[in-house]
């Protein structure tokens, strides 16, 4: 039976869901696609992965580049798992574009997902941060979608030192 709880972060509140073993969701309360994977889910008190997620969002919000060391496991057809996967290896503080992505992703799928796949499967991230969807940006360098709202992707991305106070543009390093 999946299980939920509530968190109270910096960026507002969330809502984690959970198998019972894993974490299979993560949403902002009032962002795009809430809870789609959240099918009937009880509210519970604690569990294990919980508790973990809850000391990994305090060290998170602090500053601090956690790991993630407790089971997560997202559902969704191949081609969003594959994007999934790619997207937890985009390390704290670093960005990729869309671009970059599915160069990343074709590989595993066989072909190259195309633009609009790509922004439909990281849109469609069901564990925000965890998975960090944040850290895809436009082909520019700008803050392109993001289903907890743009202003949150500029706070994670200033969070975690890759965006300035005074622009909303990613600047790319060039190779």
Same mark, same amino acid.
């Given at each position: 039976?999946?299980?939920?709880?509530? $968190? /109270?972060?910096?960026?507002?509140?969330?809502?984690?869901?959970? @198998?019972?073993?894993?974490?299979?969701?993560?949403? $902002?309360? @009032?962002?795009?696609?809430?809870?789609?994977?959240?099918? @009937?889910? !009880? #509210?519970?008190?604690?569990?294990?992965? $919980?508790?973990?997620?809850?000391?990994?969002?305090?060290?998170? $919000?602090?500053?601090?580049?956690?790991?993630? @060391?407790?089971?997560?496991? &997202?559902? *969704?057809? #191949?081609?969003?798992?594959? %994007?999934?996967? %790619?997207?937890? !290896?985009? #390390?704290?503080?670093?960005?990729?574009?869309?671009?970059?992505?599915?160069?990343?992703?074709?590989?595993?799928?066989?072909?190259? &997902?195309?633009?609009?796949?790509?922004?439909?499967? %990281?849109?469609?991230? &069901?564990?925000?941060?965890?998975? #960090?969807?944040?850290? /895809?940006?436009?082909?520019?360098?700008?803050?392109? *979608?993001?289903?907890?709202?743009?202003?949150?992707?500029?706070?994670?991305?200033?969070?975690?030192?890759?965006?300035?106070? %005074?622009?909303?543009?990613?600047?790319?390093?060039?190779?």
């Amino acid at each position: 039976m999946m299980r939920q709880k509530q $968190f /109270v972060t910096p960026l507002g509140t969330i809502t984690a869901a959970s @198998d019972g073993t894993a974490l299979t969701g993560l949403w $902002f309360t @009032d962002q795009q696609y809430y809870g789609s994977t959240l099918p @009937d889910a !009880t #509210p519970t008190g604690e569990l294990p992965v $919980f508790e973990q997620l809850a000391a990994w969002l305090t060290a998170y $919000f602090a500053g601090r580049q956690p790991t993630v @060391d407790f089971p997560v496991r &997202p559902t *969704g057809t #191949p081609l969003r798992e594959a %994007v999934w996967s %790619v997207l937890r !290896t985009i #390390p704290y503080g670093e960005v990729r574009t869309y671009g970059e992505l599915a160069t990343l992703v074709t590989p595993i799928i066989g072909h190259n &997902p195309g633009a609009r796949a790509m922004g439909n499967a %990281v849109g469609h991230n &069901p564990i925000s941060l965890v998975i #960090p969807c944040h850290r /895809v940006i436009g082909q520019t360098g700008d803050l392109v *979608g993001y289903a907890g709202g743009l202003t949150r992707k500029k706070a994670l991305l200033r969070l975690e030192g890759r965006l300035s106070e %005074v622009s909303d543009r990613v600047v790319l390093e060039k190779n």
